[in-house]
């Protein structure tokens, strides 16, 4: 997933969230509470009502262009991803179907994005089944270091946590160092992770 189509996916979530939502497949109306698939040719997410999700649960039905993305994510423990050399203190990390991993990296602009070393992912992903499992295009590695009242946070989720996420840093952030607003709401959204996705599941 390119700097270019993340950054349209995000614009578009939000456009979304800004009106009556309706399901990308059939334009049937959807809950708070729905599905995404991918869209390999328009680079971009699409809301799912549950008959439409329920079809493409069947990975064949989408024809190799959407992509139902997962329904949940999971919290790993006993990993470190200090080798990947994360330059910052919140990262998510994205296959592409070549193999290569992206390092996406939220700001108040939206995302910058460099690609990993291939041989520093092996050697974290032998360490981690979840990251070897990882699905291309749709799940990510998101790591949050942290602040010194907290944090230090590494999940397994669907690509559309992660485009909530930058969509609130981009709403929240104010001056230089983004303000006590935006890592309130950071600390909220990796909360609300906790409630959704389950306890701690360990690096497997």
């Known amino acids: 997933?390119?700097?270019?189509?993340?950054?349209?996916?995000?614009?578009?979530?939000?456009?979304?969230?800004?009106?009556?939502?309706?399901?990308?497949?059939?334009?049937?109306?959807?809950g708070p509470e729905h599905r995404h698939l991918w869209d390999e040719q328009d680079r971009e997410l699409m809301c799912a009502c549950t008959p439409c999700s329920l079809l493409f649960e069947r990975e064949a039905a989408g024809g190799g262009r959407y992509q139902l993305l997962p329904a949940q994510g999971r919290r790993l423990t006993g990993l470190s991803a200090d080798e990947l050399g994360v330059p910052v203190g919140l990262v998510f990390f994205v296959k592409q179907q070549d193999g290569r991993v992206l390092g996406h990296y939220p700001s108040p602009l939206g995302t910058t994005e460099s690609e990993i070393d291939a041989d520093a992912w092996r050697a974290i992903e032998a360490r981690s089944p979840a990251l070897a499992e990882l699905t291309p295009r749709v799940e990510a590695f998101l790591v949050w270091t942290g602040t010194?009242?907290?944090?230090?946070?590494?999940?397994?989720?669907?690509i559309d946590d992660c485009f909530r996420l930058v969509a609130l840093i981009r709403q929240h952030w104010t001056g230089m160092s983004g303000g006590s607003a935006v890592w309130r709401e950071i600390a909220w959204f990796f909360d609300d992770l906790g409630r959704r996705h389950g306890r701690p599941s360990g690096n497997d």
């Open 148 to 158: 010194p009242r907290g944090g230090g946070q590494q999940w397994v989720v669907p």
């Open 1 to 30: 997933m390119t700097a270019g189509a993340l950054q349209r996916a995000i614009r578009r979530a939000g456009q979304r969230a800004a009106a009556i939502e309706r399901c990308g497949m059939c334009a049937g109306p959807v």
